[in-house]
């Protein structure tokens, strides 16, 4: 009996160890329990620029006028035939993605990496600034929550509230930053390679934007001042290095409506396309001569081809006008004598690019410069801050490595020189605010949510439509078709909103 109970016990030792040791093994140490922070941010950038880029040839890029379809090519966006459908992805897609932001601050949260959760902070306010502009009033406090029992359909709050929130959220990621150990680090950072006072000085220009957007309806001059006077409590962007500028390491996720295999012409831009710079820009370009036309625009194809036959002939630009219907297209053509080929493609340069620019040293010039002239207590010299506003966004596009101008178009130093030197650049008294809104739509081209914002609260540069265009200009977009099913949706509109869905033609709450 006594052999038989010892080896009992050493089997039921041999089994429990076994099991222990199965238990360890198992373990994936590729599957972890605890999720690091920094996987979830790479996708969290990309996807947040991507909700920037589809704007450009979109339906912001068209309201706004950076682009325009050759007539009766785009019969919702240019002739603003618009619907809920209209705008579902746009809504689904920014969403979606602020799921994956709120997941990052709680583990932020939860790991004690206060780094973490600012750029959680920074990013959903990047993103929800743009579904606020676009739409007005949105869920905040309850977005990217549908996971969460109670909130499968989130609690919608006005535009200003949204506002409010979004300034305060930046205002907590500068103090987190501020207060962080300098010795943190932020992983797999691709905007700005774990620079914390880099995401800094971003969130502080956001703020500045987003206080300059709303200044039409609130009082916001002393904190516009607060931030331009004290660098040191509130850092912004120093140069055209410190501006938030996405660089991409692949050829898929790029601007990806006007960014094709190379044609084989040697032209390197896409002719065959239905889209066309539109001639407000085009226009307003060479009015002085401004060398961002041949960065921004293509000769026009018929002026390629006749260049390429005898060098001799010069190239030629030319604008398309927006929202043109087919019948008023086709009769453009008889009245000019042009055709489709005589209007000119996005440019060569921006082809190639592989760059995203989600908010520039420019614009953060611009908006300070328009502080200093509407009397906001912000120190400085409103020629001067104009000045250097215009210099940073030529340097937007320097020569890359030995490529010729043929080859890459680029700004040289002489041509920016010669550009800013002309008097009809320099900043006037009596158009001081036009001249600089028509600037940051000019440095906003391809962003089209933001050329639209400013154009919108401005209303510069002056916009016509189509001579026979369904309605008026957008100003709002339309919440998508499913998102019309929210019943906290409905009830918003109803308590709100006297019961009727907005359109593409209700103002948002920013507007003047």
């Known amino acids: 009996m006594r052999t038989y109970t010892y080896f009992l016990a050493v089997i039921l030792s041999l089994t429990l160890g076994s099991c222990r040791d199965f238990e360890a093994i198992n373990i994936n140490p590729n599957n972890p329990d605890v999720v690091p922070p920094e996987t979830l941010l790479p996708p969290i950038i990309s996807g947040a620029v991507n909700t920037m880029t589809s704007s450009g040839g979109g339906h912001a890029g068209q309201f706004v006028q950076h682009i325009a379809y050759v007539g009766g090519m785009s019969e919702g966006s240019g002739r603003y035939n618009l619907t809920g459908a209209s705008f579902r992805e746009e809504w689904n897609g920014a969403m979606r993605l602020i799921k994956d932001v709120n997941q990052l601050r709680l583990l932020g949260q939860q790991n004690q990496q206060p780094q973490y959760e600012a750029l959680a902070l920074i990013l959903k306010v990047y993103i929800l600034s743009i579904m606020s502009d676009a739409y007005g009033d949105i869920p905040y406090n309850e977005a990217g929550m549908g996971d969460v029992a109670g909130l499968?359909?989130?609690?919608?709050?006005?535009?200003?509230?949204?506002?409010?929130?979004?300034?305060?959220?930046?205002?907590?990621?500068?103090?987190?930053?501020?207060?962080?150990?300098?010795?943190?680090?932020?992983?797999?950072?691709?905007?700005?390679?774990?620079?914390l006072q880099n995401w800094r000085k971003f969130a502080n220009a956001l703020k500045v934007r987003m206080l300059m957007r709303e200044s039409e309806r609130v009082d916001v001059s002393a904190a516009v001042a607060e931030i331009f006077n004290n660098p040191e409590s509130y850092p912004l962007f120093e140069g055209v290095e410190d501006q938030a500028t996405l660089v991409y390491n692949n050829n898929s996720d790029l601007y990806s409506w006007f960014i094709l295999n190379p044609p084989a012409d040697g032209s390197g831009v896409n002719y065959d396309?239905?889209?066309?710079?539109?001639?407000?820009?085009?226009?307003?370009?060479?009015?002085?001569?401004?060398?961002?036309?041949?960065?921004?625009?293509?000769?026009?194809?018929?002026?390629?081809?006749?260049?390429?036959?005898?060098?001799?002939?010069?190239?030629?630009?030319?604008?398309?006008?927006?929202?043109?219907?087919?019948?008023?297209?086709?009769?453009?053509?008889?009245?000019?004598?042009?055709?489709?080929?005589?209007?000119?493609?996005?440019?060569?340069?921006?082809?190639?690019?592989?760059?995203?620019?989600?908010?520039?040293?420019s614009e953060t010039l611009f908006l300070k410069a328009e502080a200093i002239v509407r009397n906001m207590g912000v120190q400085g010299d409103a020629q001067s801050v104009y000045h250097e506003a215009l210099a940073a966004s030529l340097a937007k596009w320097p020569q890359v490595g030995q490529a010729s101008q043929e080859e890459t178009p680029y700004i040289s130093a002489e041509q920016a020189q010669v550009f800013l030197s002309r008097e009809d650049v320099a900043l006037q008294e009596s158009t001081a605010l036009q001249q600089i809104a028509e600037q940051q739509w000019i440095d906003a081209f391809l962003n089209g949510y933001e050329g639209w914002a400013s154009w919108r609260r401005t209303g510069y540069p002056e916009l016509q439509p189509g001579p026979s265009v369904i309605a008026q200009i957008p100003v709002r977009y339309v919440y998508s078709d499913n998102e019309q099913n929210n019943p906290n949706l409905i009830k918003w509109v109803n308590e709100q909103m006297?019961?009727?869905?907005?359109?593409?033609?209700?103002?948002?709450?920013?507007?003047?």
């Open 152 to 195: 499968e359909f989130p609690n919608y709050q006005a535009q200003q509230e949204v506002y409010g929130l979004m300034l305060a959220d930046l205002e907590q990621a500068n103090q987190l930053l501020r207060d962080a150990d300098p010795s943190l680090t932020i992983n797999r950072d691709i905007l700005y390679n774990g620079n």
């Open 498 to 512: 006297g019961g009727t869905m907005p359109t593409h033609n209700t103002k948002v709450w920013f507007q003047p």
């Open 273 to 361: 396309g239905n889209d066309r710079v539109s001639d407000v820009m085009v226009n307003m370009l060479q009015s002085k001569a401004d060398p961002r036309l041949y960065i921004y625009v293509s000769p026009t194809r018929n002026s390629y081809n006749a260049h390429r036959q005898n060098a001799t002939t010069p190239y030629a630009y030319r604008g398309q006008r927006a929202g043109l219907s087919a019948l008023e297209q086709d009769a453009l053509y008889q009245q000019t004598g042009l055709n489709r080929d005589d209007f000119s493609v996005v440019g060569k340069r921006i082809r190639k690019e592989n760059r995203a620019f989600l908010m520039t040293y």
